[in-house]
Every structure is written in C-alpha cells, then in structure tokens.
C-alpha cells in the first residue's frame, strides 16, 4: 500500500483515539491490512507528530493556606510520622513517632528494620487505652497510613479482634522473640505515658 494512504489512515486514528501510542495504532493499521515493519512505522508516526502528549500533574489547591491552630488541650491533636535511618552495614531501620502536639509529648517511639500497616494499628490501639481518643490525628500519606490495615482498622474494632494464622514454616524461638519484642514495645509505650 502506498505511503499516503498509511499517513491518512494514521491521523484518522489518532484523531479518533488521542491516547493511543504508535504500538497501538500499528495494531489498529495490522487490522486493516496496512502491516509494516516496527521501525518503519515509529519513523512514519514521528514525522507526522503524533506522538502523544504527555499528562500535566493534577492541579494543586490555590489561595493562601491557613496555618494549622495550636492546641491549647492535651489530647487534642496527635501527629504521627516515620523517621528513617541506617545501621553502619547498610542496614535501614524505621522509627515510628506519635507526638501530643499541645505539650509536645512523645508517646511513643517504634523503631524497627519493618513496620507495617497493622503494626502502626496496633500501635495507635495502644495509645488509645493509655491517652484516651484524641480530637484530631496529623500525618502524611505515608503508605503505612494509607494501607488496608489502617483503613480498616474501624471494621475490625467492630468485629472483634482479629488473628493471624500461622502457616506452620514460623519456628517457636520466632515467634517468642516476636511476642517479646511486641510487649516490650506495649511496655515502651506505657513508660512514655
């Protein structure tokens, strides 16, 4: 098939699929029976200045931002944050801060090489026996504050504590090294208080 024809059927596709690549359009060119070669077609698809163009990030808030309010209660606004660090052999290890922003209290430090989702859940579940429920909670989005554990930490408040089954490969000196490291880190948050 001549060149013009394949140029022609090209901008018809493009016009009608604007996010459509050249991989793409070749497929759609394949099925009428245009088939070339890879090269080729990349090389036509450029010089017709198809590419597509490329996604502006989203449009972030304008106006002035207010600052945040001190609290002036304890117990009235939390701040939760990760801090990271490493270990003279390369190794990383995270550490897990929950602060009372009125009186500038830690209540509790978690370092550990991994903290998951349902650890920061069993951490803030602590807190909240000690310090009672506070008013406001301050994070980033972490992706250990936006995890399935942290967002479902409600239905499971309402379903009752939940269990993790062990999948028989745990040995008995993990798992008591585990328990002990979990009270301890209960028995840490408990000091702070």
Known sequence: MARPEIREEMHKIAEKRRRFGCRRVGILLERKGMIM?????????????LSVRRRRGRKRARGSRSPMPMPLLPNQRWSLDFLS????????????AVNDDC????LALIADTSISG?????VLDALLRIYGKPAC??????TEFTSKA???????KRNGPTRTASNGTTSTRASRSRTATSSLSTAACATNA
């Not at 909670?137 to 972490?142: A, E, L």
């Open 37 to 49: 070669n890879e090269k080729k077609l990349y090389r036509i698809y450029r010089e017709e200045g």
């Open 85 to 96: 660090d490493t270990f003279g052999a390369c190794r990383k290890f995270r550490i897990l």
């Open 103 to 106: 009186c500038r209290e830690n």
């Open 150 to 156: 942290i967002l479902n930490r409600r239905s499971a």
């Open 137 to 142: 909670v301050v994070s980033d989005n972490g």
């Open 118 to 122: 349902a650890r920061v859940v069993c």
